[in-house]
C-alpha cells in the first residue's frame, strides 16, 4: 500500500511539474500567426508573424459589429427598430440565416445573427441600413482601422468574403478586438450565446431559424468570452478569442490556422499561457489632487483631474508594496490654460524602475489675466484685507 500511495504522491508531483513547465515555456502554436494581448493595457504577451499580411475571413465582422455599435452610441440606430433586407444583402453566400429581400428584423436580431451564427447577409443589410450601401459603410470601416493604428489592414467588404485586397494581420485583428470588447462590453452578451432562435417573416408566412454560436471555444473552454470566427479557402481557420478570468481580460488571435480544431486548441494554448504567467496591478485609489498653481492667470490655481486610471500588466508576479507613484507638473505653468491641457504626470515605478504614467488634466479653463484683471484682484485683496 505505501508502495502505492509513494507512486500516486510522484505521479502528481511529476504531472504538477510538467504544468509548470508548460506556464514557463512558450506555448507551441501550431498556426502561422497569432498574438495575445492583455484587454485594458493593450500590451503583447505573445506574437508570432503577427504582422504578416493575411486574408481575415469572418473576423472582418469585428470592424462591422464596432461600427454597428457606433451607430446604436451615437443614437443613429436603436437595438429595436427594423432593418429592411434589400436583394443585394439577401444575395450572399457563404455563412448566412437566410434572410429574403424585403423581410424586415430589428437591429438587435442582426446583431445577433453576426455575433453567433456570422450571418454575412446580416452584415451587408446592416452596411446598407446604417451608410445606405455597403461601399460606403466599408469606407468607414477603413477610417476606423486607421483611426485604431491598423496600418496593415485594408477592408473590401463588410462581411469577410474572400476578395484582391481584403487583408489585415493578426496585430490588427488585436487591436480592433480591443476595442469593441472595451467600448462595448455588451457584445460578450451576445458572444457567449450558444443557440438561439429568430423568427422569419415572409410572404410565405412565418418560420424559425436556429442560431448556433460558430466559436466552439465557448463550450470549450470555462473562460471564454467571446469573440469571432472566420473561414474561408483562402483564410483557412482564424479565430479572435477572447477570455476573461480572476480579473484579467486577454484577446488572443490566431490566423490561417489548417482546421477549427487547431485554431481552437492554439486558442486555448495561448489563454493558458497568458493566465499562467499574468498578474494585473489596478490602483483602485489614486492620490487626491489638489489645485495646481499657475501664473498669469486670473486666479492663482487651477483644479485638475487625472485622465485615467492606472494599470499595468506584469508578466510575473508582484509585491505591490513596491509599487511607487509621484505627480510631476509642468515648470512654469502659465495662463491662458484650456479645460483638457496636460498639466503633469503621476508616475508609477516599480522597485524604483518606471512602469506608466496617467497624465493629470486641467478641469477648466483659465485665461490670462490682462491690466483690468490685475487691477480687479488689486482691489479685492485690499477689501479682504
Same mark, same amino acid.
Given at each position: 500500500?505505501?508502495?502505492?500511495?509513494?507512486? %500516486?504522491?510522484?505521479?502528481?508531483?511529476?504531472v @504538477?511539474?510538467?504544468?509548470?513547465?508548460?506556464?514557463?515555456?512558450?506555448?507551441d502554436i #501550431?498556426?502561422? @500567426?497569432a498574438?495575445? +494581448?492583455e484587454?485594458?493595457?493593450?500590451?503583447v504577451?505573445?506574437?508570432?508573424?503577427?504582422?504578416?499580411?493575411?486574408?481575415?475571413?469572418?473576423? $472582418?465582422?469585428?470592424?462591422?459589429? +464596432?461600427?454597428?455599435?457606433?451607430?446604436?452610441? /451615437?443614437? #443613429?440606430i436603436?437595438?429595436?427598430?427594423?432593418?429592411?433586407? =434589400?436583394e443585394?444583402?439577401?444575395?450572399?453566400?457563404?455563412?448566412?440565416?437566410?434572410?429574403?429581400?424585403?423581410e424586415?428584423q430589428?437591429?438587435?436580431?442582426?446583431?445577433?445573427?453576426?455575433a453567433?451564427?456570422?450571418?454575412?447577409?446580416?452584415?451587408?443589410?446592416?452596411?446598407?441600413?446604417?451608410c445606405?450601401?455597403?461601399?460606403?459603410?466599408?469606407?468607414?470601416?477603413?477610417?476606423?482601422?486607421?483611426?485604431? *493604428?491598423?496600418?496593415?489592414?485594408?477592408?473590401v467588404?463588410?462581411?469577410?468574403? !474572400?476578395?484582391?485586397?481584403?487583408?489585415?494581420?493578426?496585430?490588427?485583428?488585436?487591436?480592433m478586438?480591443?476595442?469593441?470588447?472595451?467600448?462595448?462590453?455588451?457584445?460578450?452578451?451576445?458572444?457567449t450565446?450558444?443557440?438561439?432562435?429568430?423568427?422569419?417573416?415572409?410572404?410565405? *408566412?412565418e418560420s424559425? %431559424?436556429?442560431?448556433?454560436?460558430?466559436?466552439?471555444?465557448i463550450?470549450?473552454?470555462?473562460?471564454a468570452?467571446?469573440l469571432?470566427?472566420?473561414?474561408?479557402?483562402?483564410?483557412?481557420?482564424c479565430?479572435s478569442?477572447?477570455? =476573461?478570468r480572476n480579473?484579467?481580460?486577454?484577446?488572443?488571435?490566431?490566423?490561417?490556422?489548417?482546421d *477549427?480544431? $487547431?485554431?481552437?486548441?492554439?486558442?486555448?494554448?495561448?489563454?493558458?499561457?497568458?493566465?499562467?504567467?499574468c498578474?494585473?496591478?489596478?490602483?483602485s485609489?489614486?492620490?487626491?489632487?489638489? *489645485?495646481?498653481e499657475?501664473?498669469?492667470?486670473?486666479?492663482? %490655481?487651477?483644479?485638475?483631474?487625472?485622465a485615467?486610471?492606472f494599470?499595468?500588466? %506584469?508578466?510575473?508576479?508582484f509585491?505591490?508594496?513596491?509599487?511607487?507613484?509621484?505627480a510631476?507638473?509642468?515648470?512654469?505653468?502659465?495662463?491662458?490654460?484650456?479645460?483638457?491641457?496636460?498639466l503633469?504626470?503621476?508616475?508609477?515605478k516599480?522597485?524604483?524602475?518606471p512602469?506608466?504614467?496617467?497624465?493629470?488634466?486641467? /478641469?477648466? @479653463?483659465?485665461?490670462?489675466? !490682462?491690466?483690468?484683471?490685475?487691477?480687479?484682484?488689486?482691489?479685492?485683496?485690499?477689501?479682504?484685507?
Amino acid at each position: 500500500m505505501k508502495r502505492i500511495l509513494f507512486f %500516486f504522491m510522484s505521479l502528481i508531483i511529476t504531472v @504538477s511539474a510538467l504544468n509548470a513547465a508548460v506556464y514557463a515555456d512558450e506555448p507551441d502554436i #501550431q498556426a502561422p @500567426s497569432a498574438i495575445l +494581448i492583455e484587454a485594458s493595457t493593450g500590451q503583447v504577451i505573445y506574437e508570432k508573424n503577427a504582422d504578416e499580411s493575411l486574408h481575415p475571413a469572418s473576423i $472582418t465582422k469585428i470592424m462591422t459589429l +464596432i461600427l454597428i455599435f457606433d451607430a446604436i452610441s /451615437s443614437g #443613429q440606430i436603436s437595438l429595436d427598430e427594423d432593418v429592411t433586407v =434589400s436583394e443585394h444583402a439577401a444575395s450572399m453566400g457563404g455563412s448566412q440565416v437566410f434572410l429574403e429581400a424585403g423581410e424586415k428584423q430589428t437591429v438587435e436580431t442582426m446583431i445577433k445573427c453576426i455575433a453567433i451564427a456570422s450571418a454575412n447577409d446580416a452584415c451587408v443589410a446592416m452596411s446598407e441600413h446604417i451608410c445606405g450601401s455597403e461601399e460606403v459603410f466599408v469606407s468607414k470601416m477603413n477610417e476606423r482601422a486607421a483611426g485604431l *493604428g491598423m496600418n496593415n489592414t485594408h477592408f473590401v467588404n463588410c462581411c469577410g468574403l !474572400d476578395a484582391d485586397g481584403h487583408m489585415t494581420t493578426a496585430r490588427d485583428v488585436a487591436l480592433m478586438s480591443q476595442e469593441l470588447i472595451n467600448k462595448y462590453p455588451q457584445i460578450h452578451s451576445y458572444s457567449t450565446i450558444w443557440m438561439d432562435t429568430i423568427t422569419h417573416v415572409t410572404r410565405r *408566412g412565418e418560420s424559425e %431559424f436556429t442560431l448556433t454560436n460558430t466559436n466552439k471555444l465557448i463550450k470549450q473552454y470555462e473562460w471564454a468570452t467571446g469573440l469571432k470566427t472566420g473561414s474561408t479557402s483562402l483564410a483557412k481557420f482564424c479565430l479572435s478569442a477572447t477570455a =476573461s478570468r480572476n480579473g484579467i481580460e486577454l484577446i488572443s488571435v490566431v490566423m490561417a490556422s489548417p482546421d *477549427g480544431k $487547431t485554431r481552437v486548441s492554439d486558442s486555448v494554448s495561448l489563454l493558458n499561457y497568458g493566465y499562467g504567467m499574468c498578474s494585473l496591478y489596478k490602483d483602485s485609489e489614486m492620490p487626491p489632487l489638489d *489645485g495646481v498653481e499657475i501664473k498669469n492667470g486670473i486666479k492663482n %490655481f487651477i483644479d485638475c483631474h487625472y485622465a485615467d486610471s492606472f494599470t499595468h500588466l %506584469f508578466l510575473s508576479s508582484f509585491d505591490s508594496s513596491l509599487i511607487t507613484r509621484e505627480a510631476e507638473y509642468l515648470d512654469s505653468l502659465s495662463a491662458p490654460i484650456s479645460e483638457g491641457d496636460v498639466l503633469g504626470q503621476l508616475i508609477y515605478k516599480y522597485d524604483g524602475s518606471p512602469i506608466g504614467t496617467v497624465d493629470i488634466l486641467a /478641469s477648466e @479653463s483659465v485665461k490670462k489675466a !490682462d491690466y483690468g484683471d490685475y487691477i480687479k484682484m488689486l482691489w479685492r485683496g485690499l477689501l479682504g484685507a
